[in-house]
């Protein structure tokens, strides 16, 4: 049995992994925290050995692994027996691991830029329309991300990125998605 610990953060990345888990049908334990004034707790920081307090972090024995894109790769190399969330196929895998790291690549570059700008704009640009302007110049990056994302739904059936079940493409690309909306 794996000695898996997932630290989760709430309103974090940490709910990919979890969804990941649950999908491979592996046992692990979860240590979770609510965020403290929008930011993760020193606790965390330190139960998890992560000193910029990001979340996910997985602990696999006497492995950690920060960054949910490596996370997924690593438990579907190695808890995927069945391959699939991680087919086999060239074509499948190929296009899993372009939408597991176009997740962060790709669609939350291009909102948080967006939620960037809005927390660190000055008053002044929310007032005279800097800020607006801005925020349509970076919105044309988010619409052919959701443009991208539904030409391949429906190329695929509208269920699932790839194949005819959940991968782990899903799995990471859902959570980018929600925050984007």
């Keep these: 049995m794996p000695d898996i610990t997932l630290y989760f953060l709430q309103a974090s990345r940490s709910i990919r992994i979890a969804w990941l888990l649950e999908e491979l049908?592996?046992?692990y334990r979860?240590?979770?925290w609510e965020r403290e004034n929008n930011k993760a707790p020193a606790d965390f920081k330190a139960a998890a050995s992560t000193a910029l307090g990001k979340a996910p972090v997985l602990r696999d024995g006497e492995l950690t692994i920060l960054e949910?894109?490596?996370?997924t790769d690593y438990l579907v190399e190695n808890y995927d027996p069945t391959h699939r969330l991680l087919p086999?196929?060239?074509a499948q895998r190929s296009k899993v691991r372009q939408w597991i790291h176009a997740?962060?690549?790709t669609f939350m570059v291009h909102c948080l830029a967006i939620t960037y700008a809005r927390w660190f704009s000055s008053p002044s640009s929310k007032t005279n329309g800097d800020l607006e302007t801005l925020e349509q110049g970076l919105a044309i990056n988010v619409q052919k991300d959701l443009e991208w994302l539904e030409t391949e739904l429906q190329a695929n059936g509208g269920d699932w990125l790839v194949g005819e079940d959940v991968t782990a493409a899903?799995?990471?690309v859902a959570f980018s998605v929600q925050f984007i909306f």
Excluded: F, K
Aim: charged letters at 20%.
């Design 25 to 27: 049908g592996v046992a």
């Design 30 to 32: 979860v240590e979770a």
């Design 68 to 71: 949910s894109g490596a996370i």
């Design 88 to 90: 086999l196929d060239t």
């Design 103 to 105: 997740a962060e690549g």
């Design 170 to 172: 899903d799995t990471m």
